[in-house]
């Protein structure tokens, strides 16, 4: 009986060890730490944006919609923080608004550079949006240069801080 209840306390052991197995490259994620997955979009006026082109830059990438005011807020502060302080991080701005007219307008509106600042007219429908969960709460990711997450879900009092 001792000698099961030996093998089975190593064999747990052994069990919850091997999940905590460190490597010196970082997994492909979503978390900071962790290596952001490309993000490739074609929009409408054939305007393209591939992340993978952005390697060895600093890059924010924010996720918003027009109709999501909180995003949107923070889609133009992060802008004019990056725009005004800091112009070596690259803004990749993806917005989800599915009418290219509202989005135009309201890059207008906010007063934004178009050369930052992309649409997704899929909305909801998009497989960006679906695969970083979009529908869990707009998000943005500070990207180091070797496309590793620094930092996830930001303010721009936060981004100060950090940069």
């Not at 393209?48 to 999501?68: C, H, P, R, T």
């Amino acid at each position: 009986m001792k000698y099961v209840n030996f093998c089975l306390i190593a064999l747990g052991s052994l069990i919850l060890s091997s999940g905590s197995i460190k490597t010196d490259k970082p997994s492909i994620g979503y978390h900071p730490g962790e290596i952001l997955p490309n993000i490739v979009l074609h929009d409408a006026e054939g305007k393209n944006i591939d992340l993978s082109e952005y390697k060895g830059k600093k890059v924010m990438v924010n996720f918003w919609a027009a109709y999501d005011a909180q995003s949107r807020a923070n889609n133009v502060r992060i802008h004019n923080l990056l725009k005004n302080n800091y112009p070596d991080v690259t803004l990749l701005s993806i917005c989800f608004d599915e009418s290219r007219s509202v989005f135009e307008k309201t890059v207008l509106w906010d007063q934004l550079e178009n050369n930052s600042q992309y649409c997704d007219t899929n909305g909801i429908r998009s497989e960006i949006y679906k695969e970083f969960q979009l529908n869990k709460g707009f998000k943005n990711y500070l990207i180091d240069e070797q496309g590793v997450i620094r930092a996830m879900n930001i303010t721009p009092d936060q981004l100060k801080a950090i940069l």
